[in-house]
């Protein structure tokens, strides 16, 4: 409790360190939900696995990582020497990187929507609420897998880890997007799919 008070009392200094803390924890809000509005926009939709590699980084997941980085920037940006494009440069630095790095992957995040809107509507099929949490496990440019939780949505019986997939072309003809598909169970890596049907990659198009 002592150091919240310490916190709060030097927030309400009227010192110029007490301004410049006050005007940081401002500007760094903005520049945090600045950068997480942006990511939002850009690719915080796709829902994807397929770039939570471990040799890259996560920046479908990164929500939290930016909350921390874009006040940090502008605390850096201005910890020696206070002027107007220095917060200005602080506040933006963050926000204008996420939206690079949304524009690097615009293609990508499109054609991950567009196999979504394709998985949904050929999965259709399936009795209501046999699938859900629809997520893009791989993807090579318009190659896209796109996976679901497969069986009945039971918070009292969450070990459901059947997954069904299906493998999708989207330079085929919208009709005939759909090259093929299988299960596996997600709790038992490396990946071993079954029931394979089509000519899906990952099955070498031998169904089991």
Sequence with gaps: ????????????????????NRWLLIVGAISALLALFIHYLTLG????????????????G????LFILAPVAVYLAVRTRQAAWRWALG?????????????????????????????MAYTRRFPAGRLHDVYILNQVEHYVTVCAQEGPEDPNHPTVDKRFCAEINLSRPKDDQVEGGYRYHYKSPPL?????????????????
């Design 1 to 20: 409790m002592d150091t919240i008070d310490v916190l709060l009392e030097a927030l309400r200094s009227e010192n110029p360190n007490g301004r410049r």
């Design 45 to 60: 939709d796709a829902t994807t696995r397929a770039w939570q590699k471990p040799d890259a980084p996560d920046w479908a």
């Design 62 to 65: 990164g929500s939290t990582l």
């Design 91 to 119: 506040a933006t630095v963050v926000p204008l990187a996420v939206l690079g790095v949304g524009l690097l992957y615009a293609n990508d995040r499109r054609w991950q929507l567009d196999a979504r809107q394709v998985f």
């Design 192 to 208: 071993e799919p079954y029931d394979c049907f089509g000519q899906t990659t990952r099955c070498r198009g031998v169904g089991t």
